[in-house]
């Protein structure tokens, strides 16, 4: 292996690997430009096997978008409206309690919801959708709006993030989910999502979240027109955030999908790019506990071999996935326990249903 390894260029970083050492940028540098999949997949497992054994987990949850209308419309993005636009659309608290009450016969464990940033309404709406689906679901864990979010409902409560959060946990939110944290670069965000909030203050309310006790996970949106030292930089801010608060629970590259964005002209990731970005993360983020190959956008088939190339997760069974899907997602919308066990052990892997804060349910082996 260390033949392979030197032919590869990369027995120094083996040797950083083996020992437990951070990775430098120059690290991050050779491992973006080594065209050997194998051999940075290689070095990813040796990371995941160490973090998490033989264990790929997934969870029984449920994926609700309350509302699609968004104040930011983003150039990747093809699930955000304006308001009155035909196809924009917003939920009623009764509707989402009927979302969650259609699907009481099944396990699930977590509610994911996020939306746009909606123009109008009233902190009091997400106070009592929080407040619903507790209602309905007293035990399900409530994994629910992004950093981005956060900020608008503390702006119209026009008070701070931690109080904010300290009365969103009152009505039922459990944990923030990773979306809205693209790619921090300035140069990106004034390209592609001028009027989203700044990267280094989705930072600061992550870490505001992880201060006030809750865990958040961490995102990159990555394959349109970001360079690989603009992956580096970000992976880079969010391995010294966790450093800081230690809040992160789990990290989820996710691969642009071009289709009805103001971004089509680009194509979509390929599957090279889409593992070697999984196993870059996996190396770069030393401090992260999990990597989720998330099926939903790189697809089960991949997702599974992403199992050997530093992931350690496969996301959920989910349900009415919709952001991706209006992006032209080709997978399916929903996947079945059965299957998402099945498709681990024929990764040569443990599956382990898990609670969103990653407490063991159940090992299938
Ligand atoms: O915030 C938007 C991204 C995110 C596109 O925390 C797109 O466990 C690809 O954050 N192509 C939503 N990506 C999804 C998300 C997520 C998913 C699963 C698990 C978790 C978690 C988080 O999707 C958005 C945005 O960053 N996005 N448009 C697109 N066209």
């Not at 997949?41 to 040796?46: R, S, T």
């Not at 309905?136 to 608008?152: D, G, K, L, S, Y």
């Given at each position: ?39 940075i ?6 990371v ?10 997934f ?10 209308v968004?104040?930011?419309?983003c ?13 924009a ?13 259609d ?21 009091e ?8 689906i ?23 409560q ?9 009365v ?133 088939k ?36 059965a ?27």
């Open positions: 292996m260390i033949d392979y390894l030197k032919q590869a260029g990369l027995v120094d970083i083996y040797a950083k690997v083996t020992a437990a050492e951070r990775l430098t940028r120059d690290d991050g540098r050779k491992l973006y430009s080594c065209p050997d999949i194998l051999a997949g290689y070095l990813a497992n040796i995941r096997e160490r973090l998490n054994g033989d264990k790929a987990y969870i029984y949850n449920q994926h609700i978008n309350y509302s699609n968004c104040t930011n419309l150039k990747f993005c093809a699930f955000g409206r304006e308001k009155g636009d035909d196809l659309y917003e939920l009623s608290v009764d509707d989402i309690k009927q979302k969650v009450r699907r009481l016969d099944e396990p699930i464990k977590e509610i994911h919801m996020v939306g746009g940033i909606h123009p109008d309404l009233p902190f709406y997400y106070i009592e959708v929080l407040r619903g507790k209602e309905v679901r007293p035990n399900v864990h409530i994994q629910a709006f992004t950093c981005v979010e956060i900020a608008h409902l503390a702006s119209l026009q008070t701070s993030i931690s109080q904010t959060l300290t969103l946990r009152e009505a039922g939110l459990g944990s923030l989910p990773g979306g809205g944290a693209e790619v921090f670069s300035p140069r990106i965000r004034e390209r592609t999502c001028e009027h989203k909030l700044p990267g280094n203050q989705w930072l600061e309310i992550a870490q505001t979240a992880h201060r006030e006790g809750f865990h958040t996970n961490a995102t990159m949106l990555y394959g349109h027109i970001e360079t690989h030292e603009e992956r580096l930089e970000h992976l880079e801010a969010l391995r010294s955030a966790q450093d800081q608060t230690g809040g992160f629970l789990a990290f989820i590259p996710l691969a642009f999908h071009p289709k009805n964005t103001a971004l089509d002209s680009l194509s979509g990731t390929t599957g090279i790019d889409d593992l070697k970005n999984l196993a870059i993360a996996r190396l770069y983020l030393d401090n992260f506990p999990h990597i989720k190959a998330y099926w939903v956008m790189i697809g089960s991949l997702a599974q071999i992403a199992l050997s190339f530093g992931a350690d997760d496969m996301d959920g069974t989910i349900k009415e996935e919709v952001i991706t899907h209006m992006a032209g997602a080709e997978t399916d919308q929903a996947i079945g326990s299957t998402l066990i099945r498709l681990i052990k024929e990764a040569g892997r443990i599956p382990v249903e898990r609670s969103t804060l990653y407490d063991v349910i159940a090992t299938h082996d």
